[in-house]
Nanobody, 123 residues
Framework: QVQLVESGGGSVQPGGSLRLSCAASGRIIRINAMGWYRQAPGKERESVAT?????????NYADSVKGRFTISRDNAKNTVYLEMNSLKPEDTAVYYC???????????????WGQGTQVTVSA
């Protein structure tokens, strides 16, 4: 099976910083892309930042986090990071890691998700 394990969430004051990590492991042949999504109470899950594992590591960010968040990867460790700076109360949400990968058991490409980590920004 495939596992995505997130870490690094927590509580921080406005203007503070947090760093999230997500490590993918298990029956993986290849990862095409990884990313972070978030879901605030009463809202739909939204994309925060994505990065391709192949093709030079191109990135994509939600407009609301551009200039504040940075996504990066360590291909050797199948790990993706999200550096979050200048955090705002509206960044409060459960953050989920996502990977689009080729599963060695099913031999199919598919989306896999972590269990989520809470990020709370408040004074």
């Amino acid at each position: 099976q495939v596992q995505l394990v997130e870490s690094g969430g927590g509580s921080v004051q406005p203007g503070g910083s947090l760093r999230l990590s997500c490590a993918a492991s298990g029956r993986i042949i290849r990862i095409n892309a990884m990313g972070w999504y978030r879901q605030a109470p009463g809202k739909e899950r939204e994309s925060v930042a994505t990065i391709t594992i192949t093709s030079g590591g191109s990135t994509n960010y939600a407009d609301s986090v551009k200039g504040r968040f940075t996504i990066s990867r360590d291909n050797a460790k199948n790990t993706v990071y999200l550096e979050m700076n200048s955090l705002k109360p509206e960044d409060t949400a459960v953050y989920y890691c996502n990977a689009y990968l080729l599963d060695s058991l099913s031999i199919r490409w598919g989306d896999y998700w972590g269990q989520g980590t809470q990020v709370t920004v408040s004074a």
